[in-house]
């Protein structure tokens, strides 16, 4: 079980921008990739939380996607975390039995018997230095209970085109990077390129040649230029006939259509 409450929460406040329904297609990730995760009874903790971690000026995207996992779990309990006081004090009127807002950062501020299964912390790290991921990710990593998920990621400001690293807390008590996930509702277009922009901060300095990100980025343009054909039948289309692609070249990629026609393209990394 975690500790008590940690002192100072680690971390900086930043901007806090944030918009009604800016996250609603990375909860519809989640619901595809983690329902049971969500659903899964932890009777070891008295609390096993969903974590919005950095909610921003005001909560709208830690209350919807509170509404939208209690669709799968009604009795989920849920945590809005936020480094900057005025934004926690904004929130608390939302709170209620299962829905809770405090004050913390990466280390986030649990009470005895309380873990975490889900944690999401969008458009947090952008305003960071690369230097600081690896260790936020380790920090955040330490409150989450074995199997737990962290969707660590960067949107758009409307939430039509974003990117996120997914974490998996092991039971060796390690945290891995199992995935880096892309996702688009096809209103700007597409194209691969229209990522680079919202890449997770550990990649977005890292689009030059000899980086994996790189690589990534460039067989992704080509499979797309190759499956251009498809352009016809409509973006979705050509999406996923470029993953398809991209699949067939050696990367392993997320290929059902449960994913790809959501406009989610999820690149697995294989366990060291
Ligand atoms: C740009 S807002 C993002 C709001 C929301 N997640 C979204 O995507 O719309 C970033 C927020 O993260 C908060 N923040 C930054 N570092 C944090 C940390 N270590 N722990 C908790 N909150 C943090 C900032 O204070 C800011 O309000």
Redesign the pocket.
């Known amino acids: 079980m975690p500790s008590p409450r940690p002192k100072r ?11 009604p329904n ?2 609603r297609r990375v909860d519809v990730f989640v619901l595809l990739y983690a329902a049971d995760l969500l659903r899964q009874p932890v009777p070891e903790a008295r609390r096993a939380f969903f974590v ?6 005001e909560a ?2 830690t209350l919807e996607s509170a509404e939208r996992f209690r669709v799968v779990n009604s009795d989920l309990d849920v945590l809005g ?4 006081p005025e ?1 926690v004090a904004v929130a608390l009127p939302y709170a209620d039995e299962r829905t809770f807002f405090r004050l ?3 280390n986030v501020p649990l009470e005895p018997g309380e873990t975490v299964r889900l944690m ?9 230095d690369e230097s600081q991921v690896a260790e ?1 990710h380790a920090v955040m990593g330490q409150c989450m209970m074995p199997g737990g998920l962290i969707v660590e990621g960067t ?1 758009d400001p409307f ?1 039509r085109v974003w990117t996120a690293n997914l974490l998996r807390k092991q039971h060796s008590g390690e945290l891995r990077t199992e995935g880096l996930l892309f996702g688009t509702n096809f209103r700007w277009g597409f194209e691969p390129g229209i990522f680079q922009p919202v890449l997770p901060k550990n990649y977005i300095h890292r689009m030059v040649e000899g980086e994996k990100i790189y690589d990534f980025m460039e067989a992704w343009k080509a499979a797309s230029r190759q499956a251009v054909a498809f352009k016809a039948f409509g973006l979705r289309q050509w999406f996923i006939e470029s993953a398809r692609e991209l699949a067939r070249q050696g990367y392993s990629l997320e290929t059902r259509r449960s994913f790809l026609d959501k406009g989610f393209l999820l690149w697995k990394f294989p366990a060291p």
Do not use: C, H, M, W
């Open positions: 929460p680690l971390g900086q406040v930043t901007r806090g921008k944030t918009a800016r996250l919005d971690l950095g909610y921003g000026a709208f995207t975390v936020e480094i900057e934004r913390g950062g990466f999401r912390a969008f458009n947090v790290l952008r305003q960071y936020s949107s939430g």
